[in-house]
Every structure is written in C-alpha cells, then in structure tokens.
C-alpha cells in the first residue's frame, strides 16, 4: 500500500486558479496509477482526472476536462492537479487515490485514498 496525503486547498475566487498536491510514501510510487475525485455535501464522489503509471496518458472528467490538469513527477512521489478558471461548482473536498497499474475512472477500482484537501470557490 502507498500513502497519500492532499495539499494545496483553499478558498479562491471564480475564475482563479489553484494547484493540489498528492504526496506519496514508498518506493514504488511509480507503480501506481494515480487519480483524484472530489465530493461535495450532498453528492456522490466524481471523478475528476487520471493518470498513467509514466504520465504519458491523462483522462478527464467532462465538467473539469480543458480547465483542469493532471501530471507528476515519478522523482519526488506527487501527483499535481492544476485547476484554471474555477466555477462554484468546483467546491468539494478533493480526495487523491492510487491503484496498481492501470488508470481508472471508477473510485471503487483504488485501494489507497488520501484524506482530502478543502476547495471552496466563491462567486
């Protein structure tokens, strides 16, 4: 099992950008493919974007694909999600996941979770 632990939350206006971070423990980060999914009061966890063990090959979601990004950085064990032109219905607690080997869209297929880091976007 990998360890991952979310930063990089916060409050930012409608429109603005922030960067998360999924920092990992081990050393066979590069093993896992990693996502990240996001929920909101009320609502069911979403997926929000993939990515491969290597980095080459990223999925989105439909409500975030064009604004957000995924990447990482096999050498020091984080994964990024760099989020533009954020909407109010943006704001959820964005967890990060990792899975062995191939990417998923599907929370379910992950057996590691972070404890999610806090995006509030106001209007």
């Known amino acids: 099992q990998v360890q991952l632990v979310e930063s990089g939350g916060g409050l930012v206006q409608a429109g603005g950008s922030l960067r998360l971070s999924c920092a990992a423990s081990?050393?066979?980060?590069?093993?896992?493919?990693i996502g990240w999914f996001r929920q909101a009061p009320g609502k069911e966890r979403e997926f929000v974007a993939t990515i491969n063990l290597s980095g080459v090959s990223a999925y989105y979601g439909d409500s975030v694909k064009g604004r957000f990004t995924i990447s990482r950085d096999n050498a020091k064990n984080t994964v990024y999600l760099q989020m533009n032109s954020l909407k109010r219905e943006d704001t959820a607690l964005y967890y990060c996941?990792?899975?062995?080997?191939?990417?998923?869209?599907?929370?379910?297929?992950?057996?590691?979770w972070g404890q999610g880091t806090q995006v509030t976007v106001s209007s």
């Open positions: 081990g050393r066979t980060f590069s093993s896992y493919a």
């Open positions: 996941a990792a899975r062995e080997y191939g990417r998923s869209t599907r929370a379910t297929m992950y057996g590691s």
